[in-house]
């Protein structure tokens, strides 16, 4: 079920409706004020500018967010990877182990 909030941003009421919840869109909302804020407290630009400016930040965030994101989860890979060669060589020497075990009790060099 579609939740609705009404955020303030530049002095403006805007309904926001989606799946999300309230709490969430009011979070988003807030971000989008304060970012417009600070383009508007910054720089002598109207509101329409702003709201460009604002849109170009947070494209410009989401970008570098997805970007890391993205080195992240290579850097995850790469290191399954590693667990996995190390898991498979672990096995491998737990083998040769078990073998060589197998190999001295087979001799007479076990105790007893």
Known sequence: MANRVVVTI???????????????MQK?????AAKMEEI???????RTDAAVL???????ELFKAQTAAEQLRG???EYL????????????????VFRLQQ??????????
């Open 10 to 24: 530049c002095g403006e009421d805007y309904a926001f409706v989606a799946d999300e919840s309230a709490a969430y």
């Open 28 to 32: 988003v909302g807030n971000y989008v």
């Open 40 to 46: 508007l407290s910054g720089s002598r630009v109207g």
């Open 54 to 60: 604002t849109a170009a930040n947070i494209a410009d």
């Open 75 to 77: 850097q995850i890979k």
């Open 81 to 96: 990877d590693a667990a996995g060669k190390a898991q498979a060589e672990a096995s491998d020497l737990k083998r040769e």
């Open 103 to 112: 190999k001295l009790e087979g001799r007479g060099g076990g105790k007893g």
